[in-house]
């Protein structure tokens, strides 16, 4: 069974970082999302299954970057100038398509993790 586990949620001023972890069982094409408290669950970044692409929010381009480490199956969300506007539960989640990834949709995720607490005191 394929199972996402995500690491390295915490809290953090205003202006600080956090770099989030999710290291799956296989390579998968992966999102990042956050759901803030009483909001709906919203996608923040993408990367496909090489590594090569990704694809941002408006809302945190600039300062969230997404990467991968094939050799262990991990994606990455580094999150800098973090805003107490970011404070919220972040998921990630993997798809088995390689290709035509709509990395919003989040109906086309296979599998999700548990989520990590992301907390932006200001």
């Known amino acids: 069974q394929v199972q996402l586990v995500e690491s390295g949620g915490g809290l953090v001023q205003a202006g600080g970082s956090l770099r989030l972890s999710c290291a799956a069982s296989?390579?998968?094409?992966m999102g990042w999302f956050r759901q803030a408290s009483g909001k709906e669950r919203e996608f923040v970044a993408g990367?496909?299954?090489?590594?090569?692409?990704?694809t941002y929010a408006d809302s945190v381009k600039g300062r969230f970057a997404m990467s991968r480490d094939n050799a262990k199956n991990t994606a990455y969300l580094q999150m800098n100038s973090l805003k107490p506007e970011d404070t919220a539960v972040y998921y990630c989640?993997?798809?088995?398509?390689?290709?035509?990834?709509?990395?919003?949709?989040?109906?086309?995720?296979?599998?999700w993790g548990q989520g990590t607490q992301v907390t932006v005191s200001s």
């Open positions: 296989e390579r998968y094409a």
């Open positions: 990367i496909n299954w090489s590594g090569i692409s990704t």
């Open positions: 989640a993997a798809t088995t398509k390689r290709y035509g990834v709509n990395y919003y949709y989040q109906q086309g995720y296979d599998y």
